[in-house]
C-alpha cells in the first residue's frame, strides 16, 4: 500500500494546468460549438417558420415591421431554427462564438434593410 495522495499531489505540481488562462489565453471554438445564432437580414425573407418552430418560443417575427427578435436569454441553441428556415432564404446559421456579454437582458431586435435604408 503506496501513499496515492502524495502522487497525486507530486504529479498536479509538475503538470499543466488543464484550465485555460481566461482572458489572457483567447478560447478557441470548434467548428460544432453552439455559440449564437446569427440573422442574415439581407436574406430573410420574414416568413415567420423560425418563430413557429422555436421551442423555447425566443423568437419573434414582425413581417409589417420588417423586423426579426430573439431573446438570447431564452434560446436553447437547439437549431430547430435553422433547420428549418426555407432554402430560398437560408439566413440562419449557428456562430461558433457566443454572444458578447451585455448589461440587460433585452431581446436583440433586426430589421431588414429596404432599398430606403
Ligand atoms: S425562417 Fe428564416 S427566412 Fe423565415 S423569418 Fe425565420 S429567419 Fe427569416
Ligand atoms: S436555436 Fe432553438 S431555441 Fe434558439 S432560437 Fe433557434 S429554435 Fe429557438
Not at 499543466?16 to 445564432?37: A, C, D, M, S
Request: hydrophobic share 35%.
Amino acid at each position: 500500500m503506496g501513499f496515492p495522495l502524495t502522487g497525486m499531489t507530486l504529479k498536479n505540481m509538475v503538470s499543466k494546468p488543464v484550465t485555460k488562462r481566461y482572458p489572457f489565453e483567447p478560447q478557441v471554438y470548434t467548428e460544432l460549438t453552439r455559440g449564437h445564432i446569427h440573422n442574415d437580414m439581407e436574406k430573410c425573407i420574414l416568413c415567420g417558420i423560425c418563430e413557429k418552430t422555436c421551442p423555447a418560443v425566443a423568437l419573434a417575427v414582425n413581417k409589417e415591421a420588417g423586423t426579426w427578435t430573439i431573446d438570447r436569454y431564452s434560446c436553447v441553441q437547439c437549431m430547430a431554427c435553422v433547420r428549418n428556415c426555407p432554402p430560398r432564404s437560408q439566413s440562419l446559421s449557428m456562430k461558433p462564438e457566443y454572444a458578447p456579454a451585455v448589461v440587460s437582458m433585452s431581446a436583440e431586435t433586426f430589421t431588414k434593410p429596404t432599398e430606403a435604408n
